[in-house]
């Protein structure tokens, strides 16, 4: 789950006008989409001729992926393999896709991204309407599932088998970073130069801001991050004109038990809530990357999340830590507007 960045500058309402293209005048739009999916909020915006039919199909074809994605939508693909009781599963090459960059993060940060903590998710409630901190004997059963030596991944039959009976997957931490990819390069497809895809805080960008009347290339796209301290302001504004924003933290999803608050984010290394890191903002080309590099640095903490940011070429990133210390990668200081 994500935290919900404003879009500063994008257009309220489908916005239609005329421009003279050559000797041709031709009517180029920019259009938005507004539309509720992955128990999210979504907005897309785009600018060109068929920009409004281009975005309905975008929203169909990120609706289509949802239900191949989800491990909590009955008859999809990652539903079926937590069903299949250790048979191999075809699947589609997204499911593929997916989890051969789900195993390099999880290699790269040591294990802290694993999407083999489905059981454990659903142990604390998460998924579930029934959210409470598990006894020691059902979470010690639960984390007998986690760890990517149990997914085998066969990209040429298209299989994926659980080895581990205890395993179950949950994407959730790189799902929606790779739909909003999928869409924007669907809309690129199409011709379409100038767009936004935002799904609940996991944005990504193609061709500077929208202006006044025409897209502006030339400027960037403002992404404001949402202060966790303070949810209705925000704490800093990311420019980017190509490429992915995207801010994952602990106060969107969890719950109060016994005065603790326990955050949906779960350390695969011990089957708890991560704690430590209140926000962390990745910003990246693709989408399904800061998904889950956002996912594995607040499982790591302060230093040694900032060491993956820094090691990961083209990676950039700000932590925000519970005692309200921000830190902000070096190639991420000349385009971040801290606002406190």
Known sequence: MTLKPVM?????????????IGQDYA???????????????????????????VLVQAVAEMSRLE??????????DVWRINESQGEPVVVSPEIIDVLELATLVYDKSDGTFDVTVGA????????????????????AEAMRGVGFDSVAIDSDTRTVQ??????????????????VDRALEFIRSQGIKHAIVDAGGDVR???????????????PARVGVQDPFSPEGLIAIVEVSEGSVLTSGDYERFFVQDEVRYTHIIDPRTGYPARGITSATIVTEEAALAD???????????DEG????????????????????ILISNGLKNTIQVLR
């Open 8 to 20: 500063l500058g994008i257009v309220a309402v489908i916005v239609v006008f005329g421009v003279v």
């Open 27 to 53: 009517v180029i739009r920019t259009a938005q989409e507004d539309v509720l999916l992955m128990d999210t909020f979504v907005r897309l915006v785009a600018e060109g001729r068929e920009a409004e039919s």
């Open 67 to 76: 239900s191949l994605l989800s491990a909590h939508i009955p008859g999809s």
């Open 120 to 139: 454990v998710m659903r142990t604390w409630g998460f998924g579930t309407d029934t959210l409470a901190v598990p006894s020691a004997e059902a979470l």
């Open 162 to 179: 659980l080895t581990n009976p205890y395993t179950r997957l949950d994407l959730g931490g790189i799902a929606k970073g790779y739909i």
């Open 205 to 219: 960008v193609m061709g500077g801001r929208p202006g006044k009347y025409l897209w502006d290339k030339s400027r």
């Open 292 to 302: 889950a590099i956002a996912t594995a640095v607040m499982v790591l903490g302060r």
């Open 306 to 325: 900032m060491k993956l940011i820094n090691s990961w070429a083209g990676v950039e990133g700000m932590l925000i830590t519970e005692d309200e210390e």
